[in-house]
């Protein structure tokens, strides 16, 4: 059986299709804009997982997580709990919900940077990045 490709500028690794977008905006608006390419918010549900987003993620990037419902319970778009030893992948001293500073706001949404290696940190899910769409050929 012959495997489908990714879309034209798409990246493929394994059994998914990625693509960091051109735009920046809100966590909602590359929620919309994903799912409207037939693809959503990358879910990392694993370690390997982290590999492809860091290969394309050459800026700050919406990812898929996020603990809007309620707080400290972080849950991937496809509905299911963050299951990884999240200390893995968080930022030193992340998630904090801003650390209670009004400056920051409640931060509920998960975005990755590509300066650090532990690179997940939570923000104001209006703060405005690039994203990371994944979907299966």
């Known amino acids: 059986m012959q ?6 500028g798409w990246s493929r690794f ?5 693509l960091l977008s051109e735009r920046s905006g809100s966590w909602d608006v590359a929620r919309k804009d994903c799912r409207d390419r037939g693809a959503d918010l990358v879910v990392i549900d694993s370690l390997e997982d982290q590999t492809p987003v860091s290969n394309i993620a050459t800026t700050g990037a919406w990812i898929g997580l996020n603990d809007k419902l309620q707080e400290g319970t972080w849950k991937w778009v496809d509905g299911t709990p963050l299951t990884l030893i999240p200390a893995g992948n968080w930022e030193e001293d992340q998630p904090d919900n801003g650390g209670g500073s009004s400056h920051w706001g409640e931060e ?5 940077r590509t300066d650090m290696k532990k690179s997940w940190n939570d923000r104001s899910c209006s703060t405005s990045f690039k994203w990371i769409c994944e979907k299966t050929p």
């Not at 495997?3 to 034209?8: D, I, L, W």
């Open 3 to 8: 495997s489908k490709a990714c879309p034209a």
């Open 14 to 18: 394994s059994y998914s299709c990625y």
């Open 108 to 112: 509920d949404c998960v975005h990755v």
